[in-house]
């Protein structure tokens, strides 16, 4: 039985497209919608004797970006009829700060958007989306 939802959500299109199907979900099985989007915070290396120091720089600019990111993916639901959902900003890297959030809120059910990246860059780099398949506990559709 599906009782939560999880979308992830950074505001391309694709994500779009992955909010809308979440929202559909959700309202189809009575489950509840949770939104996150990952924080992308900038880091600069300061050397500091034999090794290198990661500062994060302009992390309030990106906990805004982040709630304006969020911001609009309630009103995006909200504007196709369907209940406000739970928001949340997450800190580290995407997959695993999905993957963690999921498996801390129970969530039944991931739903991702494809980057479409062609097959030797998806190979190199890997997705997110390829990371959540092969690591979620629930089950992920990608849209």
Do not use: W
Not at 65 to 70: D, R
Not at 78 to 102: D, K
């Amino acid at each position: 039985m599906i009782t939560k939802v999880m979308v992830c959500f950074d505001g391309s299109d694709h994500a779009v497209s992955a909010l809308l199907n979440a929202a559909d979900l959700a309202q189809k099985y009575q489950a509840a919608l949770d939104v996150a989007t990952v924080m992308h915070i900038d880091m600069n290396a300061i050397a500091v004797g034999g090794s290198a120091v990661m500062i994060p720089i302009h992390e309030e600019e990106a906990k805004a970006n982040a709630e304006a990111i969020l911001e609009n993916a309630a009103k995006l639901v909200q504007e196709a009829g369907y209940a406000a959902p739970s928001v949340h900003v997450l800190r580290g890297t995407p997959a695993e700060a999905i993957l963690e959030h999921a498996k801390l809120t129970n969530a039944d059910m991931i739903v991702a958007g494809r980057r479409g990246y062609g097959t030797l860059r998806g190979m190199l780099v890997g997705s997110v989306s390829q990371k959540l398949i092969a690591h979620a506990t629930c089950p992920v559709l990608i849209t």
